[in-house]
């Protein structure tokens, strides 16, 4: 499983970023995704995540209203756009692919995963 995170900086507060995970698996479309963060010191936490099919999409309660999560089948990638970002939401964030049924936040349920890409935020 080859998963590729993109599309991190350095932004300043109230600013934009999209973030990219390209599978280099065909069988993309039988995993649901996920995006997950870990800031300095702190667990590894579920950011949001979406079906196999992109029907179905799950946010954490601090990033409601400013991120959304997508994906595009044909291009085997899921994408995370972060609008009105926060120092809070510096951290390494990870794109990951979990091959339950049903979409989980669960980390423990996510399979396989990217490398992380860097996301910071300055106030």
């Known amino acids: 499983v080859q998963l590729q995170a993109s599309g991190g900086g350095l932004v300043q507060a109230g600013g934009s970023l999209r973030l990219s995970c390209a599978d280099s698996?065909?069988?993309?479309?039988?995993?649901?995704m996920g995006w997950f963060r870990q800031a300095p010191g702190k667990e590894r936490e579920f950011v949001a995540g979406?079906?196999?099919?992109?029907?179905?999409?799950a946010y954490a309660d601090s990033v409601k209203g400013r991120f959304t999560i997508s994906r595009d089948n044909a291009k085997n990638t899921v994408y995370l756009q972060m609008n009105s970002l926060e120092p809070e939401d510096t951290a390494v964030y990870y794109c990951?692919?979990?091959?339950?049924?049903?979409?989980?936040?669960?980390?423990?349920?996510?399979?396989?995963w990217g490398q992380g890409t860097l996301v910071t935020v300055s106030s």
């Open positions: 990951a692919a979990s091959t339950r049924v049903l979409l989980t936040t669960t980390r423990s349920l996510y399979n396989y």
């Open positions: 698996r065909r069988s993309f479309t039988g995993y649901s």
């Open positions: 979406i079906s196999r099919s992109g029907g179905n999409t």
